[in-house]
């Protein structure tokens, strides 16, 4: 067992390997619903992360700025799918969460315009609705670039990294 202290001082017992999500939703519907990522023992963790060990949690929604940083980084996922809906050979570099939103830079021949943004917005929704499974996994640095071989973008990201370096990459839905 799994010693989990709140912030209110109260302390619950859950399974080792119990994802954060489920202690969330043990907790508060309510704040799961709101959850945007926790704190464990001073470390910002996805709600699908599991505690392996005792535990001081904060729960994080959108009123907390680390909160923000993760909707607006699960957001520019989302714009990111969007895009590639409406220009499949658009060749994705970076997309970051900034402290006051997010972007997704892009390299494209497309323009994209009040009507292009638009669209893009409406798919984001769409998306969204959807509530398709996020999935985080990671990978050496040999395999990060022979994924991307045809994304000089992200092969020059991944270049600078260490060589032992372990990447991590989201995948929503199937795509």
Not at 52 to 71: C, R, S
């Amino acid at each position: 067992m799994v010693k989990v202290t709140l912030k209110d001082g109260k302390v619950i017992e859950v399974a080792k390997g119990t994802s954060y999500a489920e202690i969330v939703k043990g907790i508060s519907m309510k704040l799961y619903k709101d959850a945007c990522v926790v704190r464990a023992n001073g470390d910002l963790h996805d709600l699908r992360d599991a505690a392996d060990e005792d535990v001081t949690l904060e729960v994080l929604t959108f009123d907390d700025k680390d909160g923000k940083k993760a909707f607006w980084h699960t957001s520019s996922h989302i714009l990111a799918q969007a895009v590639l809906k409406f220009i499949p050979d658009a060749k994705l570099t970076i997309g970051p969460s900034i402290d006051n939103g997010f972007y997704y830079d892009i390299d494209t021949d497309v323009v994209i315009d009040d009507a292009m943004i638009e669209k893009l917005e409406k798919e984001m929704k769409e998306i969204a609705k959807k509530d398709l499974a996020l999935s985080r996994f990671d990978l050496p640095k040999a395999e990060a670039l022979a994924r991307y071989t045809d994304n000089e973008f992200k092969t020059e990201l991944i270049n600078e990294l260490p060589e032992d370096a372990v990447i991590s990459f989201y995948q929503q839905g199937e795509e």
